[in-house]
């Protein structure tokens, strides 16, 4: 009688193969539902996901789903096949949202591997993927490379000579996807702020003010809604195991709150449009309080279109530290102790 | 380099005008999503807003959501500009519902300032504003004057000549607004109770019996998909330094929970359709059991309407202490310990 | 004046008549919202319930909503006639499933007393009830017997003689209902396992692996979302005064997470068409881990279909105890000290 035979244990490094293909379990249709729980977990205020009427305006037929939402629905699904045991997640590229996604879309997700590289230790070792989400057209709604740490099944397995991809340092403004929209019928004072593109300058720091403390109860019901199977972020008992003693939130809720803290004073980001890079700095635990500040790294216009800019920023947030005081990385290379998240990404804001 | 010249900090005292109009951010559309977090959230039972075959019995085009909901989203609205620097919310007058709301609705809110006077330590003052929502057709949803202690920014700071408006001391039942239903297909049985209006007797005391507990995911989820950036609410680390040590659940949280506690014997309530009064008597935080009662103020027939009478109904919630004892206001005018709530409310209600 | 006489404090055990009827109050509209929160409480990953192209591809409409959702939202309208003075719930027979939800339909519930037996000590007698959910077109949905042990308000209270109802031991493979799907467009790599029917085994047994941690907070907000008024779960107040000294977890929480863990050894089980048996070992509290395992009872082919056979399944649930040691009930009859859930029911998946 076998046992197990029909549970899914994940990969292992050694498991995977230059140019494999993985076609992620479990599409997902997202509803008006996720947008509420969007508001309702993160809080997030901007006009253009919370409002048919202003989306409407805008040229679109209602409110389009979160940027970040659409990310964790993606990952999620790849957790199963590629991260199950990852030792950690060491970083995206190349990482693009592409169509807007409406309720009533079926999201899917695929994934190929690109490199594979042992670690010297042989316990583990590096897999790069490009992972892509699909509507139920077909329509790419997001497109990253990820690349993970995984452990090995059995440290002495054979693997193949490293192959590990070129990726570029940053998504090139000329390469963001814009969605089909018209800044015509945008409407400054329903969006909460009166600054646009034009009024943000290189170099500038926005601290975003207000914190949002995360409960264990909140971070989890994030992990279960993207059907992500991390189990570090939902099972108390194996945490007590872990080097950290307990559960860790769900690096995707971090990054949910510190967009929607960003509001204040980023109200008119109406889209995110890619992620240049990444880190998780430091774990994030229930009872944690969540702060967040920007810095402005580069504006840039973009062809074609007098009337949308993008705007990279860096968005850091840091717990139980209010951000009127910065805390980022010091001229060491290493961060102020409070620091959980550092994003850099573009966002495009209506140009006067 | 400027720091922190996007972000909004909130009107102070000194920064209102009388006669002042403010049109609040992020226009909300509310679905489905809302009507099932309403009872997620607050175990509400009433068939008005649970089911559309109980709504289009009465002639609605399906479940409204619920009145108590609106406000919460209309409030929230206003809490940038209004009252993001307040000591203390004071009152309530002319709080009227208006159309009703379902799903698809994006409502809208804005504030005219009515009044001001500033208070004898100079440090604060209290505002008056008029407060109005809207759905996309620009039909009025909400309409009440709130009064607030706000700080001043500079005590120091010069201000107007006091103005006080005048508010009325209750809504009148002949201004009350009628939905547009018919109680012909009225189910008694499926809303849960065959006691009507002409069932009730003024003076009568309800006792509602059961009690919810509140843990702090739940209250700030509430204030999250309210979008309600009253940070007293949310942010444990600022709230060490407060002088409750902690966060407090938000008000509106207490009240949802009161009214929906009150469907044990105030079932066919269908329809909340103004507020006479109410006072947040004590702090609700993580962890306390809310328990509610009901005393029957006044009943009135309806101009026009021999199918609906209005009920006014006042409900107390308390932490804590069941209710089987009626916990309320003493004869030296204090309130018993465990009351956190006060409210004073037009129900309305189907006639025999 | 009259107080409380418009309270429902539930039947006791001699208010009840075999025979009896009830219609319960609050029919309830359920909507894609309930589908995003069967997904956010309980990390459910199974494709028919997630997805609108999955469903679609067997000839279905839509994702209809989760199976063990729909026992939920019945049982919880049953609760305040029937059980609200529970002393225990004793058993489940009979119990179907009967055409699909779908977002937008309405479910009513409605019960008949089959059967009523005095306890001993004349304290509390058991109650049989027949309890059948319908849709707005009167289409059943879920049919079950139940029994539960309900107090007497007054001992000495005169009772009829007994009644005891045969229910059937299980319920037959020929009386499952089949829903009108096809597998023609079954989709194995989206649904997450290539193990059809045809590969599971009389007798295997297979470790869900996973374990979600229940917060207060989660099961409280499942137990208001399906309008039950069991006070046990949502009182911590009234909690200490009780033999556990605390709230406990909804069961049906803990049945829905037991299936959604199930997805990892079961993921083509799409259907719950019948449960057999079913018994609450033990509470579970907030803060648990629950962990699950499932073996295959038997196999059954259906009449008229070779695409669809069904399996008997027993899916066992533990806290705070990982199921690879299949924890279960010992030579002696007794249960493990981890066991918190033992059912036994029929689930439909594709053949080859």
Redesign the interface.
């Known amino acids: 009688?076998?046992?197990?035979s029909?549970?899914?244990?994940g990969n292992y490094f050694e498991d995977f193969r230059v140019g494999q293909e993985f076609?992620h379990?479990?599409?997902?249709?997202l509803?008006?539902?996720?947008?509420?729980?969007n508001?309702?977990?993160?809080?997030?205020?901007?006009?253009l996901n919370?409002?048919?009427?202003?989306a409407r305006a805008l040229g679109l037929p209602?409110?389009p789903l979160d940027d970040m939402m659409i990310f964790h629905v993606v990952i999620g699904k790849t957790v199963?096949d590629i991260s199950l045991n990852a030792v950690a997640n060491l970083g995206y590229a190349e990482f693009r949202w592409g169509v807007p996604v409406y309720?009533?879309d079926?999201l899917?997700a695929r994934s190929t591997v690109l490199g594979l590289r042992e670690n010297s230790n042989r316990s583990s070792g590096v897999v790069w993927v490009r992972s892509t989400g699909t509507n139920?057209r077909g329509d790419m709604v997001l497109d990253y490379v990820r690349w993970v740490m995984v452990h090995k099944r059995n440290p002495a397995a054979a693997v193949g000579e490293p192959v590990v991809p070129k990726t570029a340092a940053a998504v090139a403004p000329s390469d963001l996807i814009m969605p089909d929209v018209s800044m015509m019928g945008y409407d400054d004072?329903?969006?909460?702020?009166l600054?646009r593109w034009d009024?943000?300058?290189v170099?500038?720091?926005?601290?975003?003010?207000?914190?949002?403390?995360v409960?264990?109860?909140?971070h989890?019901?994030s992990?279960?809604?993207y059907?992500n199977?991390a189990?570090v972020h939902?099972?108390?008992?194996?945490g007590k195991n872990t080097r950290f003693g307990r559960?860790l939130a769900y690096g995707g809720h971090v990054i949910s709150l510190a967009r929607a803290l960003s509001f204040?004073?980023?109200?008119n980001g109406f889209r995110v449009a890619a992620i240049n890079g990444g880190s998780h700095v430091a774990p994030t635990f229930g009872?944690d309080?969540i702060y967040a500040w920007s810095e402005v790294l580069e504006k840039a216009a973009l062809p074609g279109r007098d009337d949308i800019g993008a705007l990279r920023v860096r968005t850091i947030a840091a717990k139980?530290?209010?951000c009127?005081s910065f805390p980022g990385k010091g001229p060491d290379g290493k961060y102020h102790r409070a620091v959980v998240l550092d994003l850099d990404y573009w966002l495009l804001m209506p140009r006067r």
């Not at 009688?1 to 197990?4: A, G, K, L, T, V």
């Not at 509803?31 to 729980?37: G, K, N, S, W, Y």
């Not at 919370?50 to 202003?54: G, I, K, L, R, Y």
């Not at 939902?234 to 194996?238: G, I, M, V």
């Open positions: 009688m076998s046992n197990n029909k549970t899914n244990t076609r379990a479990t599409p997902r249709t509803t008006e539902a996720d947008a509420a729980l508001i309702g977990l993160y809080g997030s205020r901007f006009a919370s409002s048919d009427v202003f209602r409110a199963p309720p009533g079926t899917a139920q004072e329903a969006a909460g702020s600054y009024d943000y300058e170099g500038e720091r926005i601290d975003h003010v207000s914190g949002y403390t409960e264990d109860s909140d989890m019901f992990t279960r809604l059907q199977t189990r939902f099972d108390a008992h194996a559960r204040n004073g980023l109200a009872g309080t139980d530290c209010p009127d």
